[in-house]
């Protein structure tokens, strides 16, 4: 069975600073997708960034991108320039890329943005 | 024109008593999702029903049966409630393909149902 590790409980950071979350994850599979959702107060799950494990190009959307290295089974979120709506918890989550599978998630990291 | 509905966003109830939550999609997908968030804010997933037909039912306590009518609807009923049951609840959708392609498998996530048992 798959296994997400986010083992900083909480981050914080100054706004305009960048800041990296960092995941590791456990499975016997090559091809799978891996995710990291941002949950603000409002509770709503929003998908931030994906990463397919095929592709070696680390994906990036905006502020936001990733280190995936695959070898060592990690999956870090760097924010940059951190503004204050980015304060939320943040979750990483693996999936199996065939048919309809479940997101595992890991424990989450609560993000705080200090003006 | 919102894309996963959940009804009701809070539901506070007591011990003992039968409720429901209701889903809806219209996005058009084919597998539908329920997740469990803790206390600590451990989100896990419950089942899945992909076209009307369960695929997925984790080690859930049968107190709580999914019931899908067709495939843009997933209900989760829960039979004598109990403390232990508090947590929110969230559906969510996907579109399913074979393998590694854009935008499939990306889950869309309702707001979140908040139950609370006293």
């Known amino acids: 069975a798959q296994t997400v590790t986010q083992s900083q409980p909480e981050m914080s950071v100054q706004e305009a600073e960048t800041v990296t979350l960092s995941c590791t994850y456990d499975?016997?599979?090559?091809?799978?997708?891996l995710f990291w959702y941002k949950q603000p107060p409002s509770r709503q799950m929003i998908l931030v960034i994906r990463?397919?494990?095929?592709?070696?190009q680390n994906a990036t959307e905006n502020r936001f991108s990733v280190n995936f290295q695959k070898a060592a089974k990690s999956f870090s979120l760097k924010i940059s320039d951190s503004q204050l709506g980015d304060a939320a918890m943040y979750f990483c989550?693996?999936?199996?890329?065939?048919?309809?599978?479940?997101?595992?998630f890991g424990q989450g990291t609560r993000l705080t943005i200090n003006p | 024109d919102t894309a996963v509905s959940q009804t009701p966003k809070y539901l506070v109830t007591q011990m003992g008593n039968d409720k429901s939550i209701k889903c809806e999609q219209n996005?058009?997908?084919?597998?539908m999702y329920w997740y469990k968030q803790d206390s600590k804010k451990f989100l896990k997933i419950m089942f899945s029903?992909?076209?009307?037909?369960?695929?997925i039912n984790e080690t859930v306590p049968n107190r709580f049966s999914p019931k899908s009518p067709d495939k843009a609807h997933l209900n989760l009923h829960i039979n004598s409630l109990e403390l232990g049951d508090s947590a929110v609840y969230f559906c969510?959708?996907?579109?399913?393909?074979?393998?590694?392609?854009?935008?499939?498998?990306?889950?869309?996530f309702g707001p979140g149902t908040r139950l609370t048992v006293t």
């Open positions: 029903y992909n076209n009307k037909e369960l695929i």
């Open positions: 996005l058009g997908h084919d597998t």
């Open positions: 969510a959708s996907s579109q399913d393909g074979g393998g590694l392609e854009d935008r499939v498998g990306e889950q869309y």
């Open positions: 989550a693996y999936r199996s890329p065939w048919g309809a599978q479940k997101l595992v």
């Open positions: 499975t016997s599979e090559s091809d799978y997708y």
């Open positions: 990463q397919e494990a095929y592709k070696q």
